[in-house]
């Protein structure tokens, strides 16, 4: 039976309400540890008081600089019962950019481990805001008195619920984008806006409390948080991996913990779907979810034969709009490229470069509507500009993704790509999208990716990069990726160069890193 609370104003008014209704239900399995709801209330509110005593107030910014743990998910849960916002870092950002994103947000607090003690120390002296650091590992001694230890705050201090001092409309939190394209900005998210992407995500996902999931998506990363406060709004549990460096032990906890559900990116599903699921007993799985783009139609056929009773969820989102479109599950085998419609609640249409709205299978530009698109860019008001613009209503704004779409007579959805990656090849603008689609489907092909590369005549010409299954390596090349295209692409889509690599650059949030390619 689903059970969806509405009486949640507040995220942290989740973690209460599920420790008050089930206080003994466990919550968070992660680092060899499983915590309970009332466990992680409890926890949350020490650390909360914590962060008061040292100085952070109301409206203040606390960062993460953090890999998944269960330190995380506390301290997430105590920034915001201090009164406090929280800020995900990439736990993969160099100190440089720490420092940027510190400065950039006026940083009050930092939750990082030991190990990274003493580049702290220097960045205290560097981001004058800073008053505190929280920091997980074993506690030891020689650092100031601004530093703490996460274990022996649980030790110090009081669980006393700190009153609150926020309301819906406040800011809940700010996600750094990876700064793919161009430099990482702040995504300012209320605790309306991330209230409303949760509940339409368990509508769509039908979660409930008997709902085991298991993600490895970073909670510096809108993904990754959407995971966990959805998990703690339906009342079940989350399994929360740092990783899918390794993937048997992954598989092997998803049946151990009878999972439910999974959530990942295309290519850490692809990384699954290469080991011999006939080993583990994943009956309980009743969905696959793919994060950041649609899964290729190739990779779908291998989960349906793998995981035949596991429904296969392909939506659409961002930082700045969450949950945008999702497909019916039922409709993954017609329609495998697409993302479906808007979620309810929301709206989606498809511009040209002159902002008229265009019609069924013509491609344009993305603009999404609703209260899942998010408030703008912390402290950037010319970022804030060029992607929310005024809206419909009085004091609205829409978002313009940047990302090309189009839809079918049926109103669904289909990504292009987007608007910098497409190649511009002579007198064609080809999608890379459709190429790595055929690429997937050789068989032997476990990642693909297209860029353009420069051409003196065309401007653009095509090149493929193709990371082989392990079986397949001594086999394939070069010469047989291009005889594949040419039997499966027009002339013009069929890449001049291709290269063979043992794997590809990823972002730290899990996708292909392109630009990194180029």
């Not at 740092?242 to 049946?255: N, Q, R, V, Y």
């Not at 291998?302 to 969820?313: G, H, M, V």
């Not at 949950?323 to 490229?337: A, C, E, K, M, N």
Request: glycine residues 8%.
């Amino acid at each position: 039976m689903r059970t969806i609370t509405r009486a949640a104003r507040l995220i942290h008014d989740i973690l209460r309400e599920r420790a008050q209704d089930r206080p003994d239900k466990v919550a968070l399995i992660c680092d060899g540890k499983r915590l309970t709801y009332k466990q992680i209330d409890l926890m949350s509110d020490r650390l909360a008081n914590a962060l008061r005593e040292r100085g952070v107030g109301d409206g203040d910014r606390v960062l993460f600089y953090l890999l998944n743990g269960c330190e995380q998910v506390v301290g997430i849960f105590a920034a915001l019962k201090a009164n406090a916002v929280f800020v995900g870092v990439d736990a993969g950002n160099t100190f440089d950019t720490l420092k940027k994103i510190a400065a950039n947000c006026g940083a009050a607090g930092i939750f990082s481990y030991a190990q990274k003690a003493s580049a702290l120390v220097d960045l205290f002296e560097q981001v004058p805001s800073l008053r505190v650091a929280v920091l997980a590992g074993t506690p030891g001694g020689g650092l100031p008195e601004r530093f703490l230890w996460f274990d022996k705050i649980q030790e110090d201090y009081s669980p006393k619920p700190i009153p609150c001092a926020r309301i819906d409309g406040d800011l809940a939190y700010l996600i750094y984008t990876s700064g793919s394209t161009g430099e990482s900005k702040g995504v300012m998210v209320t605790h309306r806006s991330i209230l409303f992407t949760i509940r339409s995500g368990i509508e769509y996902f039908s979660l409930s409390e008997d709902d085991i999931q298991l993600s490895p998506l970073q909670l510096s990363f809108s993904p990754g948080i959407n995971q966990l406060l959805q998990a703690f709004l339906a009342g079940g549990t989350l399994i929360l991996e740092k990783s899918l460096a390794f993937p048997t032990a992954t598989l092997k906890k998803m049946e151990t913990e009878k999972a439910t559900g999974f959530s990942a990116v295309p290519t850490m599903i692809s990384l699954l779907m290469q080991q011999d699921l006939s080993r583990y007993d994943l009956s309980r799985l009743r969905y696959v979810t793919s994060i950041g783009a649609a899964l290729p139609p190739a990779l779908i056929e291998r989960i349906r034969k793998a995981l035949p009773n596991a429904s296969i969820y392909s939506y659409y989102g961002m930082a700045e709009a969450s949950y945008s479109l999702g497909l019916d599950p039922q409709q993954i085998d017609s329609r495998p490229t697409s993302v479906g419609k808007p979620f309810p609640g929301t709206q989606a249409w498809i511009i040209d470069e002159n902002g008229n709205r265009l019609p069924p299978e013509a491609v344009g530009e993305l603009i999404l509507r609703g209260s899942h698109v998010r408030s703008g860019y912390w402290n950037s008001p010319e970022a804030t500009a060029k992607r929310f613009w005024p809206g419909l209503l009085p004091g609205e704004t829409v978002c313009h993704t940047g990302d090309m779409f189009k839809t079918d007579a049926e109103g669904f959805f289909y990504f292009i790509g987007r608007s910098d990656e497409i190649i511009k090849s002579g007198a064609k603008k080809v999608v890379p999208k459709e190429i790595e689609n055929a690429l997937y489907a050789m068989e032997g092909v476990v990642e693909a990716a297209v860029i353009g590369i420069p051409d003196p005549i065309l401007g653009q010409a095509i090149k493929a990069f193709i990371v082989p299954e392990e079986s397949a390596r001594s086999s394939m090349t070069a010469e047989n990726v291009l005889q594949h295209c040419r039997k499966n692409l027009e002339a013009y889509k069929v890449p001049r160069e291709v290269e063979i690599c043992e794997c590809l650059p990823k972002t730290s949030s899990g996708k292909i890193a392109k630009k990194s390619l180029a």
